[in-house]
């Protein structure tokens, strides 16, 4: 079993940059893919920016692509994403989700139904 807990959230003006985290515990934590997902209010739950289990491959939404990165340090079993430019639609719960993959290619995956473990979420409010 893999515990997720997202931190970082917060409430700032559009312009204003944020990082979140994902602090899991799991072993072999580079045997997961982690992906980051939010729900804005009366939204369904969408993917954002995914991150390959060793950080070799990332992938974005159009919607944050430019200004959200993805990164993640295996020794310390954290994943984050920096939030950049942050705009009033990008208010939401953050949600950070994983999978295993032991494959030793990187996998990469946006689609919910392929996460395994998730968080309990991280409110980012950004006003205008």
């Known amino acids: 079993q893999v515990q997720l807990v997202e931190s970082g959230g917060g409430l700032l003006r559009s312009g204003g940059s944020l990082r979140l985290s994902c602090a899991a515990s799991?072993?072999?934590?580079?045997?997961?893919?982690v992906g980051w997902f939010r729900q804005a209010p009366g939204k369904e739950r969408e993917g954002v920016s995914c991150i390959s289990q060793r950080g070799e491959n990332t992938d974005y939404s159009d919607a944050v692509k430019g200004r959200f990165t993805v990164f993640r340090d295996n020794p310390k079993n954290m994943v984050y994403l920096q939030m950049d430019n942050l705009k009033p639609e990008d208010t939401a719960v953050y949600y950070c989700?994983?999978?295993?993959?032991?494959?030793?290619?990187?996998?990469?995956?946006?689609?919910?139904?392929?996460?395994?473990?998730w968080g309990q979420g991280t409110q980012v409010t950004v006003s205008s």
């Open positions: 989700a994983s999978y295993v993959d032991a494959a030793p290619s990187p996998s990469l995956s946006m689609l919910e139904d392929e996460y395994e473990y």
């Open positions: 799991a072993d072999s934590f580079e045997d997961y893919v």
